[in-house]
T-cell receptor, first 114, second 112 residues
Framework: DAGVTQSPTHLIKTRGQQVTLRCSPK?????VSWYQQALGQGPQFIFQ???????QRGNFPDRFSGHQFPNYSSELNVNALLLGDSALYLC?????????????FGAGTRLSVL | EDKVVQSPLSLVVHEGDTVTLNCSYE??????LLWYKQEKKAPTFLFML????IEKKSGRLSSILDKKELFSILNITATQTGDSAVYLC????????????FGAGTRLTVKP
């Protein structure tokens, strides 16, 4: 049973570029959440997708957008990259219909913006 | 504004020691508090706490929640070098389904 998988593991971009990160949820999960974790900080919630729609959004600018596909996998897109976007981007999956929900995390994508 | 504060930020102990990690929170409409262990990248789930005073236990790890005083502790007894990691506390709110607010974490280093 595959857990949450993310790709790529590492990425180097320059300021102003655009990036797409990918996530496949754990088998049986239908909800995907994205987090940004800066060095030495806890993860910060970006947004969450369920039924191919953005359900919740944290305090991130519109440069951060996402998508969920019919197979529940998800993408995170970041436009006009800034140096401050350098971070570990974590994807977490869960089931929407569970009242006591536990999110399972992938190993993340380390994004470096130069 | 909702917040989750963990203390200490870092801790160095020797194998065999017992440690207590703290997590205090101010969150509207609390649903649950979760503890995760992050060794390199992927946080791995340890405990979910929803009720006050009920200890959750897994091997040498245990955790308890106090909803009146708005805090939780994570205890690790007889620490081992493999316990070295960042321990994250997160609080979940029912009005933000699956939106978890994380603390900054406690970095635990266990020396042989």
């Amino acid at each position: 049973d595959a857990g949450v998988t993310q790709s790529p593991t590492h990425l180097i971009k320059t300021r102003g570029q655009q990036v797409t990160l990918r996530c496949s949820p754990k088998s049986g999960h239908d909800t995907v959440s994205w987090y940004q974790q800066a060095l030495g900080q806890g993860p910060q919630f970006i947004f969450q997708y369920y039924e191919e729609e953005e359900r919740q959004r944290g305090n991130f600018p519109d440069r951060f957008s996402g998508h969920q596909f019919p197979n529940y996998s998800s993408e995170l897109n970041v436009n006009a990259l800034l140096l401050g976007d350098s971070a570990l981007y974590l994807c977490a999956s869960s089931r929407w219909d569970l009242s006591k929900n536990i999110q399972y995390f992938g190993a993340g994508t380390r994004l470096s913006v130069l | 504004e909702d917040k989750v504060v963990q203390s200490p930020l870092s801790l160095v102990v020797h194998e065999g020691d017992t440690v207590t990690l703290n997590c205090s929170y101010e969150v509207t409409n609390f649903r649950s508090l979760l503890w995760y262990k992050q060794e390199k990248k992927a946080p791995t789930f340890l405990f979910m706490l929803t009720s006050s005073g009920i200890e959750k236990k897994s091997g040498r790890l245990s955790s308890i929640l106090d909803k009146k005083e708005l805090f939780s502790i994570l205890n690790i007894t007889a620490t081992q070098t493999g316990d070295s990691a960042v321990y994250l506390c997160a609080v979940e709110s029912p009005y933000n389904n699956n939106d978890m607010r994380f603390g900054a974490g406690t970095r635990l280093t266990v020396k042989p």
